[in-house]
């Protein structure tokens, strides 16, 4: 089986490459650096014309924090635009026969959602610190399943919280809240800073899952290959934690006692992300996710070796 990972230098590509060499796989990773241009049509029907690919896993994405896209919204939009459409119309081109596996961000469903329902995704407007990112994601759901009526083009879709773990960036604007937040401790914690800020007011709840947990989920859904599900699946726990709450768990395993402040000029976001994980335990029954505390902490004992 040949498997294309898109964006496979980046965070959740990067380490879905370097599990798939364990499984007898041929395994092309692909992003910029080596030489695909998803924004341009023709590069993209080259490397799927050449490897004819079985199954190609769609990691790839413009993105960054709240911040940044607060500073680039056209051009997330633009981007990521280009990407879907001429990663489907390669697809569908050069290697009809392949199935896609796209990662999609929880950041799609409605701002006032508190339980994040598949089948709720389209009844209402994304919060508006996302909504330029957001609206191409759901445009992922759109794309896939106008390529599968037409043309056959198998799809997955899995809906992803937050990610966070060993192998993510270390420059803060390209990271999640709470990887985020356990880089900047440790930065307070080296320079022995008596005080840590948190952006906005710590009262967000977000649902989070450890790096290893969505490796795993992709390699269930790729091996799933006879049983596709263009439908949206939430790869949920129903279970959230405030950035307050993420903030003083880091700061108990990292053994840092400074006062806790808050930045209220800072924007929070939407009130709360937490995904239902009803589907989920039907396509994947008995999986056991990996706790928020062992996955903060062994990502303290990476961050810790890197910064």
Known sequence: MKIIVLGGHGFVGKSLTKRLLDYPYEIFPLSRVDGLDLTDLDSTKKYFSDIKPDVIVNCAAHVGSVHYGLKYPASIVHDNMMMILNLFKAAQEECTNAMMVNLISNCVYPMHSDIQKESEMWEGMPHKTALPFASTRRMIYVVSKSY????????????????????????????????????????????????????????????????????????????????????????????????????????????????????????????????????????????????????????????????
């Open 148 to 307: 599968m009526e037409q043309f056959g083009l198998k799809s997955k879709n899995l809906v992803l919280p937050g990610v966070y773990g060993p192998g993510n960036h270390t420059d803060i604007e390209r990271v999640h809240a709470l990887d985020g937040i356990i880089i900047r401790m440790i930065n307070a914690l080296n320079s022995n800073n008596e005080e840590f800020e948190i952006w906005g007011t710590g009262k967000p709840v977000r649902e989070w899952c450890y790096i290893d947990d969505v490796i795993n989920i992709i390699i269930k859904s790729i091996e799933l290959n006879n049983k596709p599900s263009i439908d949206p699946i939430n790869i949920g726990q129903k279970n959230g934690y405030s950035i307050k709450e993420l903030a003083e768990i880091t700061a108990n395993i990292l053994s840092y006692n400074g006062r806790l402040t808050f930045n209220t000029k800072y924007p929070d976001g939407a009130e709360i992300k937490v995904l239902d994980n009803t589907l989920f335990k039907k396509m994947f029954p008995g999986y056991e996710f990996v706790s928020i505390e062992e996955g903060i902490r062994k990502a303290v004992d990476y961050y810790h070796s890197v910064i």
